[in-house]
């Protein structure tokens, strides 16, 4: 089974610029969580998508935002980059969610850097 | 404002020796707790997790003890090898879907 896919994995951009970062779940698996992870901060929470529906925010600013599509291929966008939202960007699926802990896989990341 | 904390950046240990890992928490309404482990260039992996209701769960050379009553939990590594070393996060949620990571503690063991 392939793992979760994230595109791209490097992604130069300038300030006021905008951003759209794509992830690919696993097969069959329709939550898909998003998380920054910066150094001495951690992952930092993002949002999560379930058929198609955030269901779940973190406290970031609205620059970020994203969806889900009907096949839970998963985007999330920010805009007006800033250079503080230079981090590794991470995408993780899981099977369901809402019922029970679901273990939770991860991609590879990608590493966004704001000039 | 962290609700989980890692106050160890990082952790040096002898092969063969003992590795613990620590983390605390603040959110008393947590009821699950995860530990992932990351390599360089890869995303974090699923290691070891525990319900609220144990205190203690062990998997091979990996055993995760929670302290409910002063919000803590630790990883232990028994023995530590040089493959395990990477950096590790701790995590805790109150809701099947929104987790809570600390800022990860990195492992290096060594040989």
């Given at each position: 089974?392939?793992?979760?896919?994230?595109?791209?994995?490097?992604?130069?951009?300038?300030?006021?610029?905008?951003?759209?970062?794509?992830?690919?779940?696993?097969?069959?698996h329709r939550s898909?969580?998003?998380?920054?992870?910066?150094?001495?901060?951690?992952?930092?929470?993002?949002?999560?998508?379930f058929s198609?529906?955030?269901?779940?925010?973190?406290?970031?600013?609205?620059?970020?935002?994203?969806?889900?599509?009907?096949?839970s291929?998963?985007?999330?966008?920010?805009?007006?980059?800033?250079?503080?939202?230079?981090?590794?960007?991470?995408?993780?699926?899981?099977l369901v969610?809402?019922?029970?802990?679901?273990?939770?896989?991860?991609?590879?990341?990608?590493?966004?850097?704001?000039? | 404002?962290?609700?989980?904390?890692?106050?160890?950046?990082?952790?040096?240990?002898?092969?063969?020796?003992?590795?613990?890992?620590?983390?605390?928490?603040?959110?008393?309404?947590?009821?699950?707790?995860?530990?992932?482990?990351?390599?360089?260039?890869?995303?974090?992996?699923?290691?070891?997790?525990?319900?609220?209701?144990?205190?203690?769960?062990?998997?091979?050379?990996?055993?995760?003890?929670?302290?409910?009553?002063?919000?803590?939990?630790?990883?232990?590594?028994?023995?530590?090898?040089?493959?395990?070393?990477?950096?590790?996060?701790?995590?805790?949620?109150?809701?099947?879907?929104?987790?809570?990571?600390?800022?990860?503690?990195?492992?290096?063991?060594?040989?």
């Amino acid at each position: 089974k392939a793992g979760v896919t994230q595109t791209p994995r490097y992604l130069i951009k300038t300030r006021g610029q905008q951003v759209t970062l794509s992830c690919s779940p696993i097969s069959g698996h329709r939550s898909v969580s998003w998380y920054q992870q910066t150094p001495g901060q951690g992952l930092q929470f993002l949002f999560e998508y379930f058929s198609e529906t955030q269901r779940n925010k973190g406290n970031f600013p609205g620059r970020f935002s994203g969806r889900q599509f009907s096949n839970s291929r998963s985007e999330m966008n920010v805009s007006t980059l800033e250079l503080g939202d230079s981090a590794l960007y991470l995408c993780a699926s899981s099977l369901v969610g809402g019922t029970d802990y679901n273990e939770q896989f991860f991609g590879p990341g990608t590493r966004l850097t704001v000039l | 404002d962290q609700q989980v904390k890692q106050n160890s950046p990082s952790l040096s240990v002898q092969e063969g020796r003992i590795s613990i890992l620590n983390c605390d928490y603040t959110n008393s309404m947590f009821d699950y707790f995860l530990w992932y482990k990351k390599y360089p260039a890869e995303g974090p992996t699923f290691l070891i997790s525990i319900s609220s209701i144990k205190d203690k769960n062990e998997d091979g050379r990996f055993t995760v003890f929670l302290n409910k009553s002063a919000k803590h939990l630790s990883l232990h590594i028994v023995p530590s090898q040089p493959g395990d070393s990477a950096v590790y996060f701790c995590a805790a949620s109150d809701n099947f879907n929104k987790f809570y990571f600390g800022s990860g503690t990195k492992l290096n063991v060594k040989p």
